[in-house]
């Protein structure tokens, strides 16, 4: 009964190639989140997702995509990965867009080799 | 868009004493501000949160105090244990936009 759940948890992958990532949240929040968590810890802002719609899409290359097919869910889509693109990235929802607190998954740690 | 200034990087205190992180914050729309625990390998999770209309809040050990005017806000632990060891992030949302993080402070407990 996790509440944010995202998968895979490691994803080593070669440049060049696509990846996606998933996430669930069964919380019944309204909002979801990806942040990228780099070497140095940053917690950086990717997207967010308010029913459905993206409402903020922060300075992030358009390999990234997130796609949500329900308020449950938002995937996160990566073409062309890049070794720049090794990080952990953290899916998070809350009750609404930046309201109360926000729930994070495991995070997914991902290595472009 | 909202700057989230934090200070310390690191800090390192002996076991029983007091641990103190200040943040800044740029936007006087921000009303939210929450605090988080990321212990090694593992997600961020709320510690404590505080509004705009209030000054102080504490639970337990911990206590995060807000000052509007000057746009800082500080989360103090007392009695530290080395169960507090951890990397802190102090987070800052003017409720209608994500949370804008601090760059966070590794804290260590030596025992």
């Known amino acids: 009964d996790t509440a944010v759940s995202q998968t895979p948890k490691y994803l080593v992958t070669q440049m060049g190639n696509d990846k996606s990532i998933k996430c669930e949240q069964n919380l019944g929040h309204d909002t979801m989140y990806w942040y990228k968590q780099d070497s140095k810890k940053f917690l950086k802002i990717m997207f967010s997702y308010n029913n459905k719609e993206l409402i903020i899409n922060e300075t992030v290359p358009n390999r990234f995509s997130p796609k949500s097919p329900d308020k449950a869910h938002l995937n996160l889509h990566i073409n062309s990965l890049e070794l720049g693109d090794s990080a952990v990235y953290f899916c998070?929802?809350?009750?609404?867009?930046?309201?109360?607190?926000?729930?994070f998954g495991q995070g997914t740690r991902l290595t472009v080799v | 868009g909202e700057n989230v200034e934090q200070h310390p990087s690191t800090l390192s205190v002996q076991e029983g004493d007091s641990a103190v992180i200040k943040c800044t914050y740029s936007d006087s729309a921000s009303n939210y501000f929450p605090w988080y625990k990321q212990e090694l390998g593992k997600r961020p999770q709320l510690i404590i949160d505080?509004?705009?209309?209030?000054g102080e809040k504490k639970d337990q050990r911990i206590a995060v105090t807000l000052n509007k005017t000057a746009k800082h806000f500080s989360l103090h632990i007392t009695e530290t244990q080395p169960e507090d060891s951890a990397v802190y992030f102090c987070a800052a949302s003017k409720g209608n936009t994500p949370l804008v993080f601090g760059k966070g402070t590794r804290l260590s407990v030596i025992a």
């Open positions: 505080i509004r705009s209309n209030v």
């Open positions: 998070a929802s809350s009750l609404n867009q930046g309201v109360g607190e926000a729930f």
